[in-house]
């Protein structure tokens, strides 16, 4: 994604050089997954994906440091500016938080919501305008000024889940929207949404799937890994086994994402072809002034010649691994129930 206004700086890798345990359940064993290098931008580098296993869970190495990688969270990462095709777009993000609003009212009516991560506080504000009492928070200094400045009742808040105190047992929904897999600890973060949930509340994750269809065919290229940014990448059962230890009971798991899975496997099979990662996001976005006039050139015909058939392929394909349980990216619904355990946390 968008790096063009950040300086090359050295990369301030993991503290300890030994290979971390795994942050969902602490084991100390876990095989190398997936190689990647990053060719550009501030965080260029070599990287791995590793794969827990006594879990499965799958996490990035090295982790970077959490001040580097706030800096990647700038107003590019979150909004397109000069997005040619501005009227639509609105259009289909408002049948989005429509279509996630529906989908939740199911197991929740109404009540207090916390959207963690919430960008630009489109669902937030949304769930304001039904009457939810909403509250978003991030900690983007860019995404919170994007949030503030449209008139709402919805609050935001700034910061990270720990930097606020929260009246435990106080929330009836928290949602997070492609955001988990942001989180290195999820054990601890998990733990805390449950304890501020009241019994009966429900929580939801929407995250990439590192088993999911998309995934396994398009490998490295995957749009979903974003590395370095994702910290860890979930399949349906590690997802489902860390809400569990959390003490959240799992409800549903929907491999149906419209919004995210064709365009990710068109993006990442066009990588196979360009001359340069990300190639169709950053022209999306109008950030390719930097790339030289013939190669540009070359890229946009490949884009020309192949999306048109590429899209609709990708649309198919990406329905019809949602219709066999493993779509790229899963929505994952879970209860705290009224006598679930609260995990012990340390604070
Ligand atoms: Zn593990």
Request: charged share 20%; net charge neutral.
């Amino acid at each position: 994604m968008a790096h063009r206004s950040l300086e090359a700086v050295d990369i301030p890798r993991a503290e300890a050089p030994e290979i971390r345990s795994c942050p969902l359940c602490e084991g100390d064993d876990s095989r190398l997954f997936l190689p990647i290098t990053v060719s550009r931008g501030p965080v260029a580098g070599s990287f791995e994906l590793r794969q827990c296993t006594a879990c499965g869970l799958v996490f990035v190495e090295p982790r970077l440091a959490d001040p580097l990688l706030a800096t990647l969270y700038d107003q590019d990462f979150y909004f397109s500016t000069g997005w040619p095709y501005r009227g639509f777009a609105e259009w289909v993000m408002r049948e989005i938080q429509r279509t996630r609003q529906r989908r939740i009212q199911r197991y929740v009516p109404s009540g207090g919501l916390l959207d963690i991560g919430c960008g630009g506080g489109r669902f937030v504000r949304h769930m304001a305008g039904q009457g939810w009492r909403a509250t978003g928070i991030d900690f983007s200094a860019a995404a919170l000024t994007l949030a503030q400045s449209q008139d709402s009742t919805a609050r935001f808040l700034y910061g990270s889940l720990f930097d606020h105190d929260f009246e435990p047992g106080s929330v009836d929904l928290v949602t997070l929207w492609q955001v988990l897999e942001h989180i290195g600890e999820p054990r601890e973060f998990l733990g805390r949404c449950h304890e501020l949930m009241r019994p009966g509340g429900v929580f939801v994750a929407a995250v990439p799937n590192i088993e999911g269809l998309s995934a396994r065919l398009t490998g490295e290229r995957w749009w979903g890994l974003d590395v370095p940014r994702h910290l860890v990448h979930y399949s349906p059962r590690t997802l489902c086994r860390g809400l569990e230890e959390a003490g959240f009971t799992v409800i549903k798991v929907n491999h149906l994402s419209l919004q995210y899975d064709p365009y990710a496997l068109l993006h990442s099979s066009l990588d196979w072809v360009f001359t340069r990662r990300h190639f169709l996001s950053d022209l999306a976005k109008q950030q390719v002034a930097e790339v030289p006039p013939l190669e540009c050139a070359y890229n946009v015909a490949a884009l020309a010649v192949l999306g048109p058939a590429l899209a609709p392929l990708c649309l198919v394909t990406s329905a019809a691994a949602s219709c066999f349980g493993c779509g790229g990216f899963i929505e994952v619904f879970a209860r705290r129930e009224g006598r679930g355990r609260v995990p012990a946390i340390a604070h």
